[in-house]
């Protein structure tokens, strides 16, 4: 079964610093996997999606990592704003119809 | 409007009713899904579908049924709403192909009192 963990919950950082936030997960047969963030009382926005072929995938400010065989991925977002301040959440799928299974997010504060 | 629609956003009722949550898209996307979100405990998937009138059960299908007679629309029904279905509701929606993202909606706020 996979399984999904994302460290640490919560991160605060001031206005300008570069953000890290880890996914792991316990099976590397995964078919993509995708970063989302979650505002309060708010659906799910798709942020990249980085397919199991790809090591990287870059947007705008966001850059994501791929390693398969030690089940991690990064998403770094550079300079961080206050308006980035979200929960994110990574998601896998096994296969392409499969379900994805969600970490449980790193809630981040960007002070200003 | 192009995208992934829940409805209602917020709902209330009562033990025992029954409760239906719309979730139409506008991509044909043959995949879609039903989760909840609870604190504690993430998001977990209900039920899934991966083309008209094709179905299967999630994590946590008890006490809800689902249909998908057209590919756009996946509702989600609960025969008999009880406490513990209160929590907060998302479809999302794929296509198929390794570079395609899942799409969430808006989420539906249930509360069962």
């Given at each position: 079964k996979q399984e999904v963990t994302q460290i640490p919950a919560a991160l605060s950082v001031p206005e300008?610093?570069?953000l890290?936030?880890?996914?792991?997960?316990?099976?590397?047969?995964?078919?993509?996997?995708?970063?989302?963030?979650?505002?309060?009382?708010?659906?799910?926005?798709?942020?990249?999606?980085?397919?199991?072929s790809q090591r990287e995938q870059t947007s705008g400010r966001l850059n994501a990592s791929l390693d398969k065989s030690s089940g991690r991925s990064t998403l770094y977002?550079?300079?961080?704003?206050?308006?980035?301040?979200?929960?994110?959440?990574?998601?896998?799928?096994?296969?392409?119809?499969n379900k994805l299974t969600f970490g449980g997010g790193t809630r981040v504060l960007v002070k200003p | 409007?192009?995208?992934?629609?829940?409805?209602?956003?917020?709902?209330?009722?009562?033990?025992?009713?029954?409760v239906t949550l719309m979730c139409h898209q506008t991509w044909s996307h043959s995949y879609m899904f039903w989760y909840r979100q609870d604190l504690g405990h993430g998001l977990r998937l209900i039920y899934y579908s991966a083309a008209a009138d094709i179905t299967d059960?999630?994590?946590?299908?008890?006490?809800?049924?689902?249909?998908?007679?057209?590919?756009?629309n996946f509702p989600?029904?609960?025969?008999?709403?009880?406490r513990s279905q209160t929590s907060v509701y998302f479809c999302a929606s794929r296509g198929t192909g390794g570079g395609t993202e899942a799409f969430f909606g808006q989420g539906t706020r249930l509360t069962v009192v």
């Open positions: 300008g610093e570069n890290v936030l880890n996914c792991s997960f316990t099976d590397s047969a995964i078919y993509n996997l995708q970063w989302f963030r979650q505002d309060p009382g708010k659906g799910l926005t798709s942020l990249l999606l980085i397919q199991s977002i550079a300079a961080s704003q206050p308006g980035d301040s979200a929960t994110y959440l990574c998601a896998v799928p096994k296969a392409a119809g | 409007d192009a995208g992934i629609t829940q409805s209602p956003r917020y709902k209330i009722t009562e033990t025992g009713r029954q059960k999630g994590e946590v299908p008890d006490g809800y049924v689902v249909s998908r007679s057209k590919t756009e989600l029904t609960l025969e008999s709403a009880t």
